[in-house]
């Protein structure tokens, strides 16, 4: 993995998505993901985490079906313009095996990227969220190499049976429709940490998602960061945003609308 990159002098666009969420059961979001795969202008792609909403393992790409038509899209766009990405926590279980049929260039959580004279530090942002403890809990046990090898050793049809509970359980706890959502909107990452880290690596720019908040501000008067936009095309309020950095700095821009275009 790389934990510093610069960007080439070639590079005249630079896109970072994260949160897209990738399942059977979001057609929209997955269609107007493939289009802007096939489509987009970037001269270079990072995503941030959570590519998909639940990753069983690489030998899922073996098997005709969805994480195979994903993992192909993958490939044919990382032949034209080179793709980075680093874990969420949804997505941890993307081993070698993938990063190779894919052509990803799998990078550290967090790197720091180098561009059009200014330094930029990536991150998925969840293990800056030290506010939310559970989580911080469950992290410790599902990103230790015992437990995931431990999972994996599992024959991928249990694997299935299993994400698909987690999804289940997920649902029939969310009594209110906007309970998730309204989780998201008061999460934050740890601003002293960020810090930390951004003074750590020579950065003065955080890019993460995690939180299901775009937004950008100040952590200090000279320290800054952009959260990216999760991708929620097939729900009542569709939202999928692209973050594209040029050397006239970072623009958003929202792919909603585009379809067919």
């Excluded at 032949?79 to 081993?95: A, I, S, V, Y």
């Excluded at 070698?96 to 998925?124: E, M, N, R, V, W």
């Excluded at 506010?131 to 437990?147: F, G």
Aim: aromatic share 10%; charged share 20%.
């Amino acid at each position: 993995m790389k934990n510093s990159i610069l960007a080439l002098p070639c590079w005249n666009q630079i896109d970072f998505i994260s949160d897209i969420h990738l399942s059977e059961q979001h057609p929209e979001t997955y269609s107007i993901w493939l289009q802007y795969l096939q489509n987009n202008k970037a001269d270079a792609i990072f995503i941030l985490g959570d590519l998909f909403e639940a990753w069983v393992g690489d030998d899922a790409i073996l098997e005709t079906g969805f994480e195979r038509n994903c993992a192909l899209a993958l490939a044919q766009c990382s032949l034209q313009k080179p793709l980075f990405m680093l874990h969420g926590n949804r997505d941890f279980f993307t081993k070698q095996a993938f990063f190779d049929f894919t052509g990803i260039q799998q990078i550290d959580d967090p790197c720091k990227l180098s561009a059009f004279g200014k330094h930029y530090l990536l991150s998925h942002g969840d293990a800056l969220c030290t506010s939310d403890t559970d989580y911080m809990q469950l992290r410790s046990v599902v990103r230790s190499p015992n437990w995931q090898t431990a999972v994996l050793a599992q024959p991928l049809a249990a694997r299935r049976q299993m994400a698909d509970k987690i999804k289940a359980d997920k649902l029939s706890t969310t009594t209110e429709p906007l309970k998730d959502s309204n989780f998201y909107k008061n999460l934050d990452i740890n601003h002293d940490l960020a810090i930390e880290w951004l003074n750590q690596h020579g950065c003065n720019c955080l890019i993460h998602g995690h939180t299901h908040k775009p937004q950008e501000d100040s952590l200090n008067l000279e320290l800054y960061r952009w959260v990216l936009s999760d991708w929620e095309v097939d729900h009542r309020h569709p939202r999928a945003e692209v973050l594209s950095l040029t050397e006239q700095g970072l623009t958003r821009v929202s792919l909603i609308g585009t379809q067919n275009k």
